[in-house]
């Protein structure tokens, strides 16, 4: 029952990653992934998706799926019917379930982040609806699939799990308020495992709305540099198997970090822009070290939210500075955005797994186009690919709407 | 666990700008006045149940972020702050609201006109427009109307996805990160909306509107009335398909007294509505089908029913109510809310 809800256990359960599947610019999987933002690749080129010849700027990171998709329970005709997104969830998810080890059948709550779900379908459905209203074909299906909860219902399908699925739109913060869901879901006895992450893809209208915006770089995106003069949009997906750590130990699993923290405020300065001194991002990232019960101190590295515009990076600077004090001089810091792009709803998960990377290979992912700090700057940006000790990270997202969320992982030994 | 009271009510809906014209109108059983929808294809005839204007302008209108905010946020504003009238007029200090929005179709009407303008020249495309498209925004301008929000989330679903809302929230409150939640369910009118729901129910009239429960674990704010059971969220599958989920979510629910009043989503649909009608033909008690007289409003309807659920207790109509989503692509989840043993 979802009401009245089992006791709350007298000492929550610690909540441990057993696998991560991802799906960006730079790859499909694990490897190829963890390669590219190590050696800090950018993964950039003139959209083809849509027609850009009228936007102002023309580039993002775009997926290159695989022609076909590993084989799944979902029949074909269900597969035919998946769209990018879809599909980019269903490679990263499929991964993530092979490296848990988990096996189909039981109930396993699936919490997931977008911000535009099947958004491409969407735009097919209005174009067909508006320039031959008469035909109807696969306007139905279309309806379907263009939906986030049914593109979620899908992966459950396809390997095999039944259970409840959550669909957290919260902007650019989705994939990290799902992840954190899902920590908060395990910690209140709710659930042993679940499967969470986040994931969007590229579709004219959103591409078109941050051009309209002039939130997009027309150069190259780089967050935190003095120069800096927007941010790039990326597609992908990212999926982690969570668990208690009871359970991953009971069937012997592999574990790849611990998440430790989780923080989510709201900050209601202004629709589309944080507040100028970071009172948001401070306060989240103030509530995820406690909950974690760490300080600055502990944290080795930060996954800054970092879109490359020039208020965001300014609000989160000040409020890295506030939250760090002293220790900001010394803390490393990046955004991964500066290679794959801003997914939005996929960005927190995406850059979750990241982190876990970071933390499993020891390295830091570095920015190779940033070239000088923001004034607000006073800690350092990972410029060079470098191998580094690395026991706690923090990773920021903030979204579009104010929903403020960090996470923070620790290295399993 | 605590008891979960509810504390206020809210609705916008064809029927009206508050939950009295919704009662009003549920009581009266007769169908809202329904009208032709103007679209691309006039051969089809598309209909939809329009939310009358307001009687006057709702003052939150001149608030510096609504001025511009489409339709489904200003329903949703308005049904939040009908919600949160008793609550507000004695905030203590310190006060943390939740917020959990709960969007199906989420903002069609921005999201159109910004991809229309799109299509024709994207270099002409409205700045203002597009941030408005985001699911999150209602979210977003109430957090700021209200001020004292500390936790918001905007949730996406088929409408049983309110009631998984509700639990978010319920969980929020438990944990003490805020004193009081709204749970709302929104959406607005638009005839891509009516369009595709035209695919799967020919005879479907939309609706639009919002619908807001508040909670707290605070038993003199209640309406008397309490937040008794919510069941799990049997998701569809290819092993468990709609009529099984409505059978399992029905299983979790007690068996009802002929004093008991049920709110199911039917919506004279014979192919949609047979999962309800298969778990629900035993219910001794009064039923009512809220789609029926104000049209299929997705997420909207779904606040209706438990609002209309909440409501009917808290006037002594009937002890208990159990409202049934049963939705159409997602889950069956089910509630029962209660006589509250704690009066206000």
């Known amino acids: ?413 | 666990m605590s008891g979960v009271y509810v504390c206020g009510l809210g609705a916008v809906s064809p029927a009206g700008w508050d939950v009295a014209a919704l009662g009003k109108v549920l009581q009266s059983q007769l169908p809202v006045p329904r009208q032709p929808l103007a679209r691309p294809d006039p051969a089809k005839p598309l209909q939809a149940c329009p939310v009358p204007p307001p009687l006057t302008r709702p003052s939150f209108l001149g608030h510096p972020r609504l001025r511009r905010a489409s339709p489904i946020t200003q329903y949703a504003a308005a049904a939040a702050l009908e919600a949160l009238g008793k609550l507000a007029a004695n905030r203590p200090p310190g006060d943390r609201l939740g917020l959990v929005v709960c969007l199906q179709s989420g903002c069609v009407q921005y999201s159109a006109r910004f991809f229309e303008e799109t299509l024709r020249d994207p270099l002409t495309a409205s700045p203002l427009v597009f941030p408005e498209t985001v699911f999150a925004a209602p979210a977003s301008h109430l957090a700021t109307l209200l001020g004292n929000v500390t936790l918001a989330s905007t949730l996406v679903g088929d409408p049983a996805c309110f009631l998984q809302g509700v639990a978010l929230a319920v969980d929020w409150l438990e944990e003490q990160r805020a004193n009081a939640c709204l749970v709302i369910g929104a959406e607005e009118s638009h005839w891509l909306r009516a369009d595709a729901l035209w695919h799967f129910q020919r005879s479907s009239v939309m609706s639009s509107g919002a619908g807001a429960l508040c909670l707290s674990l605070e038993p003199g704010l209640s309406l008397g009335v309490e937040l008794n059971a919510i069941t799990d969220a049997h998701t569809f599958s290819t092993d468990l398909n709609r009529t099984r989920a409505a059978l399992a979510m029905r299983s979790q629910l007690p068996s009802g007294a002929p004093t008991e009043v049920l709110f199911d989503s039917q919506d004279d649909s014979p192919q949609l509505d047979a999962p309800e009608r298969a778990a629900w033909g035993d219910w001794p008690g009064r039923r009512l089908s809220l789609k029926r007289i104000l049209g299929e409003g997705l997420m909207a309807a779904a606040a209706w029913q438990c609002v209309a659920a909440c409501d009917e207790v808290a006037r002594g109509a009937a002890p208990a109510a159990n409202v049934s989503l049963v939705g159409c692509n997602q889950q069956a989840i089910g509630a029962r809310f209660a006589r509250s043993h704690s009066q206000p």
């Open chain 1, 1 to 413: 029952m979802l009401f009245p809800s089992p006791p709350v256990p007298a000492r929550p359960p610690r909540v441990v990653i057993t696998g991560a599947g991802i799906v960006t610019a730079l790859g499909v999987g694990w490897r190829q992934n963890a390669d590219g933002f190590r050696a800090g690749r950018a993964a950039f080129r003139v959209v083809s998706l849509f027609d850009v010849s009228r936007q102002r700027v023309k580039t993002a990171a775009e997926v290159d799926l695989p022609a076909t998709l590993p084989p799944t329970r979902l029949g074909a005709r269900a597969t035919a019917r998946l769209d990018r997104p879809a599909k980019m969830l269903l490679v990263a998810a499929q991964e993530a379930w092979r490296q848990a080890g988990w096996e189909p059948g039981g109930q396993i709550p699936l919490i997931l982040g977008t911000t535009a779900g099947g958004m491409a379908l969407g735009e097919d459905y209005f174009r067909q609806a508006v320039q031959t209203p008469q035909r109807h074909r696969n306007q139905p299906t279309r309806t379907l699939y263009y939906q986030s909860q049914t593109q979620g219902r899908m992966v459950a399908d396809a390997l095999g799990f039944s259970g409840p699925v959550t669909i957290v739109s919260n902007a650019c913060a989705s994939g990290a308020n799902a992840i954190g869901q899902a920590w908060e879901l395990i910690r209140r006895g709710r659930a042993e495992r679940v499967l969470t992450g986040g994931y969007d893809a590229l579709s004219q209208l959103v591409f078109s709305g941050f051009d309209s915006l002039q939130a997009l770089s027309p150069t190259v995106c780089r967050p935190f540099d003095a120069a800096r003069d927007g941010l790039a949009l990326g597609e992908g997906a990212a999926v982690v198997a969570l668990e208690t750590l009871d359970a991953a130990r009971r069937r012997g699993a592999s574990i790849l970090a611990e998440l430790i923290g989780y923080g989510a405020v709201i900050d209601c300065h202004h629709l589309t822009q944080p507040h100028p001194e970071g009172d948001a991002a401070l306060a989240s990232m103030a509530l995820a070290c406690e909950n974690a019960r760490v300080t600055p101190a502990d944290i080795d590295y930060v996954n800054a939210h970092g879109t490359g515009t020039p208020l965001n990076d300014s609000a989160e600077a000040l409020a890295i500075r506030r939250w760090a004090g002293d220790r900001a001089s010394s803390l490393p810091v990046s955004s991964t955005k500066a290679g794959i792009g801003h997914l939005l709803g996929g960005a927190g998960a995406v850059e979750a797994v990241v982190c876990l990377m970071a933390l499993r290979e020891q390295w830091l992912p570095p920015e190779p186009a940033f070239e000088r700090p923001d004034p607000a700057c006073n800690f350092p940006i990972v410029r060079e690919p470098r191998d580094a000790s690395v026991n706690a990270v923090l990773s920021n997202s903030f979204g579009f709407g104010g929903v403020n969320a960090t996470l923070i992982f620790r290295r399993w030994p």
